[in-house]
């Protein structure tokens, strides 16, 4: 089981990521379609630094994205409830099946 995240990309844009791996300070996240090309070593997961990576909250992904696709862009307010992830927070999981 791994732990699915919030994520801030580039310009504020929210994704849904799954956690593959963790660093000194990146945080590795992959597309949950990815995930067994990430296991298979056929991709690579990306790493985000770890103050771009929360706690999933539906409700936050939702008024994010809505923010995102009417503005290309998301505000600091918006984010401001989000809950820093850290590998030890009881976080919503996704179950991954062997590819």
């Known amino acids: 089981m791994r732990d699915v995240v919030l994520a801030r990309a580039y310009r504020g844009e929210p994704l849904m990521r799954i956690v593959m791996g ?13 995930i067994g090309a ?11 630094p770890a103050e771009d990576v929360f706690v ?7 008024r994010l994205t809505n923010e ?5 862009q998301t505000t600091r ?8 992830w850290t590998h030890n927070f009881p ?4 179950r991954t099946l062997p590819a």
């Open 77 to 84: 307010q918006a984010w401001e409830s989000a809950i820093p």
């Open 38 to 48: 990430v296991e298979q070593g056929l991709s690579d997961a990306v790493g985000f």
């Open 91 to 94: 976080a919503r999981r996704v």
């Open 56 to 62: 999933f909250d539906p409700q936050l992904f939702s």
């Open 22 to 34: 963790t660093g000194e300070r990146l945080i590795y996240l992959a597309n949950e379609q990815e």
């Open 68 to 72: 995102w696709q009417a503005t290309g």
